[in-house]
């Protein structure tokens, strides 16, 4: 069982910064993707941003540019970089590490984020 906490979250005026944080339990090495995802309000839980060892570094479109993804192997951790915040990233951000064989999906347990406007 691997698991992953958040950390970094807050409230943040428009245009401001956040980085995450996730600790992950287990080699992230190892894990054929891991990355972003947050979940708005009454919304679906949306992809922000991965690393896969397929399809290398993806954004959401309405992240590239202020969001950066980044890992550090030997301390199994994961961050993700928010700069020019607007009200609309707002959300429940949450770490995801995926492992194959096995097919065996991890998630954290979220971090807020709130941008005022």
């Known amino acids: 069982q691997v698991q992953l906490v958040e950390s970094g979250g807050g409230l943040v005026q428009a245009g401001g910064s956040l980085r995450l944080s996730c600790a992950v339990s287990?080699?992230?090495?190892?894990?054929?993707?891991v990355g972003w995802y947050r979940q708005a309000p009454g919304k679906q839980r949306d992809m922000v941003a991965t690393?896969?060892?397929?399809?290398?570094?993806k954004y959401a479109d309405s992240v590239k540019g202020r969001f950066t993804i980044s890992r550090d192997n030997a301390k199994n951790m994961i961050y993700l970089q928010m700069n020019k915040l607007k009200s609309e990233d707002t959300a429940v951000y949450y770490c995801?590490?995926?492992?194959?064989?096995?097919?065996?999906?991890?998630w954290g347990q979220g971090t807020q984020v709130t941008v005022s406007s």
């Open positions: 995801n590490a995926h492992y194959e064989p096995g097919d065996c999906e991890y």
């Open positions: 690393f896969t060892t397929v399809g290398g570094t």
């Open positions: 287990g080699s992230i090495n190892s894990a054929n993707s």
